[in-house]
């Protein structure tokens, strides 16, 4: 059980916010493993750069990871924490089986990381009707983090 949370949004609202926060929680937890089977994977000339360019990428995911089921605690919810979960509610798939060239793998990235920045934009807007400030501040922050990681990956295709 949870205590009340009294933070000045509904109680339907905070829900409402709350599930829209599980489904970018499954997106980033999907991306976040997707881009450490890569930094594990990665082979070709470019091996030593890519895989420690993963490795700096996928520790920026599991903060990012940590940050969004936090702040669906502060919403006053409980945070989704399983494989199950995560693979039942992500939009991104996780490419059981897939190992590309390191093109390919920063390609697959880049795509999970646009799809996010779409879904930011998108939950941003809601947070605004919802008058809920905070989690619309959180997600533009977010959104800027995920813009930067996708242009440095779109840097490695050009």
């Known amino acids: 059980m949870t205590a009340p949370c009294e933070i000045g ?3 339907q609202d905070r829900q409402e916010m709350a599930r829209h926060m599980q489904l970018l929680l499954a997106n980033e937890y999907v991306l976040y493993t997707k881009t450490l089977k890569f930094h594990w994977n990665v082979e070709g000339k470019h091996f ?3 895989h420690a360019f993963f490795k700096e990428q996928y520790e920026s995911m599991l903060d990012i990871v940590d940050d969004v089921a936090e702040r669906i605690r502060a919403l006053g919810h409980m945070s989704t924490g399983t494989l199950n979960e995560f693979s039942q509610n992500a939009i991104i798939p996780e490419e059981p089986g897939n190992n590309p060239d390191d093109l390919g793998m920063i390609r697959l990235l880049l795509l999970g990381h646009e799809e996010i920045i779409r879904q930011l934009r ?5 947070a605004i009707t919802l008058k809920d400030i905070g989690t619309n501040n959180f997600l533009i922050d ?3 983090k995920h813009e930067k990681m996708a242009w440095m990956l779109r840097a490695h295709i050009v």
């Open 48 to 50: 030593g750069a890519l």
């Open 9 to 11: 949004i509904s109680q």
């Open 142 to 144: 977010l959104m800027e």
């Open 122 to 126: 998108n939950m941003a807007e809601t």
